[in-house]
């Protein structure tokens, strides 16, 4: 099996089980909180593009409803949450880029349990810069082939400006500018999608044909995502 065709089965992989971490609720929670202090304290998911977006993707993996609301009260009133958004950059073996994307209330804290995790796993640490440039900071909307044509999928991308467009067997993937994830829930209207989200879409990839690296950078990927503060990490692999 190629490199290639073997990275695609681990992101597939990889996307199934984000649903079912057991501190995927914990997660979710932090990125509710975090939405409604960068929104200025607004609660209401309809006038805050990124709490409604947080909101869908903590129903998507099934999070209660008094969960979602607890983490909203978090982000407003006199005793908000301290928590921000950390962008960390790095490199995994065989110089692969990433970008790691965390919610922290202690950044001193993340930092050395991101740096610790890419030092054990042969993996190095990079100043602000050093990896960004390599990533388009933009929208990525999901939908199952099953649920739209493809006329009409096209007819979508249009309408939000999309700038690439891939799929699998299953998927399309449509990725659009950052700011136009705002208009999704008009321009979709009755589409159902399977997420929403930012998405940090590498510039150019590296190709990885060996297998016993590819796994090496699979686990250490899994590793940092395990990490409470950390959300995701985004590869140009």
């Not at 006199?78 to 490199?91: R, V």
């Not at 960004?132 to 400006?161: N, Q």
Request: hydrophobic fraction near 40%; charge should be negative.
């Amino acid at each position: 099996m190629s490199g290639h065709s073997k990275w695609a089965n681990i992101k597939r992989k990889k996307e199934a089980n984000d649903k079912v971490k057991g501190n995927v609720f914990g997660k979710m929670s932090r990125l509710i909180t975090l939405s409604v202090i960068e929104g200025g304290g607004i609660t209401d998911p309809e006038h805050n593009v990124k709490l409604r977006l947080a909101v869908d993707k903590a129903k998507s993996v099934n999070m209660p409803k008094d969960n979602i609301e607890r983490a909203i009260e978090k982000g407003s009133g006199p005793d908000k949450s301290t928590l921000k958004e950390i962008i960390y950059e790095g490199f995994a073996p065989g110089g692969v880029a990433l970008v790691i994307q965390a919610t922290t209330d202690n950044p001193n804290r993340t930092l050395t349990e991101v740096r610790n995790i890419l030092d054990r796993n042969e993996g190095k640490l990079a100043q602000s810069g050093a990896v960004s440039y390599l990533f388009k900071k933009c929208g990525l909307i999901v939908i199952k082939k099953s649920e739209i044509e493809e006329d009409k999928l096209l007819a979508v991308a249009d309408a939000l400006s999309a700038f690439d467009m891939d799929s699998d067997d299953e998927y399309y993937r449509v990725y659009i500018p950052f700011e136009n994830l705002g208009h999704i829930k008009t321009v979709l209207a009755d589409v159902k999608y399977e997420s929403a989200d930012i998405d940090f879409k590498p510039q150019s990839t590296i190709d990885i044909s060996d297998d016993a690296l590819l796994t090496k950078i699979d686990g250490l990927i899994n590793t940092l995502e395990e990490l409470d503060d950390v959300h995701k990490v985004f590869a140009n692999l």
